[in-house]
C-alpha cells in the first residue's frame, strides 16, 4: 500500500519534545521479547488464495547456520533468495514465527510501487536514481515469478495517484513535466482522460506510473518456499524467536530449539520491537483493508473502472484501492479510523475484523466517495495489516552490532511490496561487501529520527491525529 502521508514533511512538537528520552536507550547484546509475542489471526484476500498452502514444522533441535534470518514475509524470504543464489555452499535457516506472509506481507493492499517515502534529497540525479532502482525491483519480482513459473496474480499496468483539489493537481502535472524532462515515464491525466479510463468523484486530475500494479503476496511468499528449499534454505515455521544473544557468533532462541548463526537478518519489520531491536525508531501501525466479490469486466467498467491497476489519493490520511486480476477490489485508508497505533507497540489488533467494525465501514464510506457505485458490491475480506512506520517515513536497511553481524531492512512506511523485495538483494551486497549501487540512499546505512518512549509515543500520536487528522512526521 501506499505511504500513509505525502512526502511533504510536517514537524509535530509533541513528539519531537519527548525525543530525548527515546535517546537514552542503549543497545543490548543479550535481547529477549519484552511482552508476549502477539500475532493475529485475521485472513486476508491474498492469504485466501493460497488454499493448498500448509505450514512447515517448526524447528526442534539445535542447529548451525552461515546465516539465520527472522521472518517469513518479503523481506526474509527475499534475502533466502538471493543470498542462497549467491552463497549455494552456506547453510541458511529462515525462522517464521507463524506461517510464511503471515505479517504485512500477506495482508497489505498490494500494490507495487516505485519512490521511497521521506526522501528529502529532491535533486535530479537523487531522483531518477530511486525511480530506477524502484522500478528495477519491479521488474525483478516479475522475472522471479516467471523464471520459477510461480502462480502468482499480478498486473502491472499502471497506477495512479489521484489529485482531490484543483491546485494541487496543477502543481503535479508541473511535476510530471519535470519527471519527463528527467527521463521518469510519468503521464499527467486531466479530469477529462481519467473519467475515460477511471471515473472517480471529486478528482481533479491523475499522475499515472507506468508498469507499476498490483500482487498477491502470498502467493509470491509462499509459492516461493519450495525455491528456497531447493536452493538449500531450511525453512521452519510456526517457530517464534525469543532470545538474541550477540556475539561472534549469535545465538537465537526458539520454544523448542536454537540456532547458532555467524549472522542474523531482522526481517520483522512492524514486530521488531518485540525482538528488542529499533524500539525507538518504528512502531507498528493497524492497517485495515477490505476486499469485495470479484467483479465481472461489465460491472468494473459500469462501475467506473476500466484501466489501471490500482489507485491512491492526495490526502494525508492516503486512500488507496487496487483492483485483482480476478476483479476484486481492495481498498483501504482514508481517515484517520482507517488506521490505529496501540499502547505499548502491540503488534496484534485484538479481535479484527469484528473488534475494528467502525473502522471498517468508514473505510467502505471512503470507497462509496470515490466510487457511488459501489454501494451494493458485497465486501467478502477483511483484514488488518501491522506496517511499520519510521517518525521521518525513511526504511533503514543495514548492519549493526560489535561484530558487524546483524544485518536489517524495515520501516518500509507502505511502500513493502517493492522495497522489501529489493532488501533481499541489499542485504546480500551489504554481507558480500559489493555494495556500491546502494550507496549513498536515503535507506541505506542511515541514521534515524528517534521516536519517543511510552506513555509519550501514544499519546503523542493520539493528540496529532485527533487534531489535526494528519499522520506525525518530521
Avoid at 532502482?133 to 519480482?141: C, K, L, S
Avoid at 512506520?389 to 546483524?406: S, Y
Amino acid at each position: 500500500m501506499p505511504a500513509l502521508s505525502p512526502t511533504r514533511p510536517l514537524t509535530e512538537k509533541l513528539l519531537l519534545g519527548a525525543t530525548r528520552l527515546a535517546l537514552l536507550t542503549a543497545p543490548l547484546t543479550e535481547r529477549a521479547f519484552p511482552e508476549r509475542l502477539e500475532i493475529d489471526d485475521n485472513h486476508s484476500l491474498w492469504t485466501s488464495q493460497t488454499p493448498d498452502y500448509r505450514p512447515g514444522p517448526p524447528l526442534r533441535e539445535s542447529i548451525t547456520a552461515d546465516l539465520a534470518i527472522i521472518g517469513g514475509g518479503f523481506t526474509g524470504v527475499s534475502t533466502a533468495y538471493h543470498f542462497s543464489r549467491r552463497y549455494p555452499e552456506k547453510r541458511v535457516v529462515l525462522l517464521e514465527a507463524k506461517t510464511l506472509a503471515n505479517g504485512a506481507s500477506g495482508r497489505n493492499g498490494g500494490m507495487m510501487l516505485n519512490w521511497v517515502s521521506g526522501v528529502t534529497d529532491h535533486s535530479p540525479e537523487m531522483t531518477r536514481r530511486i525511480y530506477e532502482i524502484t522500478r528495477a525491483g519491479i521488474q525483478m519480482i516479475r522475472e522471479l515469478i516467471e523464471r520459477h513459473n510461480l502462480q502468482v496474480s499480478y498486473r502491472c499496468d499502471g497506477t495512479l495517484t489521484v489529485y482531490t483539489d484543483a491546485r494541487r493537481a496543477e502543481a503535479a502535472h508541473a511535476e510530471v513535466e519535470y519527471h519527463q524532462s528527467i527521463g521518469i515515464p510519468e503521464r499527467f491525466l486531466d479530469s477529462a482522460a481519467l473519467r475515460a479510463t477511471l471515473a472517480l468523484e471529486g478528482v481533479h486530475g491523475a499522475v499515472l506510473d507506468p508498469d507499476t500494479g498490483q500482487i498477491n503476496g502470498a502467493q509470491l511468499v509462499r509459492g516461493l518456499r519450495p525455491v528456497l528449499i531447493e536452493q538449500g534454505v531450511a525453512i521452519f515455521e510456526q517457530t517464534p524467536v525469543l532470545k538474541i544473544r550477540e556475539g561472534a557468533t549469535i545465538v537465537l532462541t526458539t520454544p523448542e530449539g536454537e540456532v547458532r548463526a555467524k549472522a542474523v537478518v531482522l526481517a520483522t519489520n512492524g514486530y521488531t520491537g518485540k525482538l528488542g531491536y529499533f524500539h525507538d525508531a518504528l512502531f507498528p501501525l493497524h492497517s485495515h483493508v477490505f476486499a469485495t466479490a470479484p467483479l465481472t469486466p461489465e460491472q468494473q467498467a459500469a462501475l467506473g473502472w476500466r484501466r489501471f491497476a490500482a489507485f491512491s489519493d492526495d490526502l494525508d490520511r492516503i486512500a488507496y484501492s487496487s483492483l485483482t486480476s480476478e476483479g476484486h477490489i481492495v481498498f483501504g485508508g482514508g481517515s484517520n479510523q482507517s488506521y490505529a497505533y496501540l499502547f505499548r507497540n502491540r503488534t496484534a489488533y485484538p479481535g479484527s475484523p469484528a473488534s475494528a467494525e467502525k473502522s471498517f465501514r468508514r473505510v467502505e464510506a471512503t470507497m462509496h466517495g470515490y466510487l457511488p457505485g459501489s454501494t451494493q458490491v458485497p465486501i467478502t475480506h477483511r483484514w488488518t495489516g501491522t506496517l511499520g512506520i519510521t517518525l521521518n517515513r525513511t526504511p533503514l536497511m543495514g548492519v549493526r552490532g560489535d561484530h558487524r553481524n546483524m544485518f536489517y531492512a524495515i520501516g518500509y512506511c507502505g511502500h513493502g511490496v517493492t522495497l522489501a523485495n529489493i532488501a533481499g538483494q541489499v542485504l546480500t551486497d551489504l554481507y558480500s561487501g559489493d555494495d556500491e549501487r546502494w550507496r549513498g540512499l536515503p535507506f541505506y546505512q542511515q541514521g534515524y529520527v528517534p521516536i519517543p518512549p511510552e506513555p509519550f509515543r501514544w499519546l503523542g500520536y493520539q493528540a496529532f491525529t485527533r487534531l489535526t487528522g494528519k499522520s506525525p512526521r518530521v
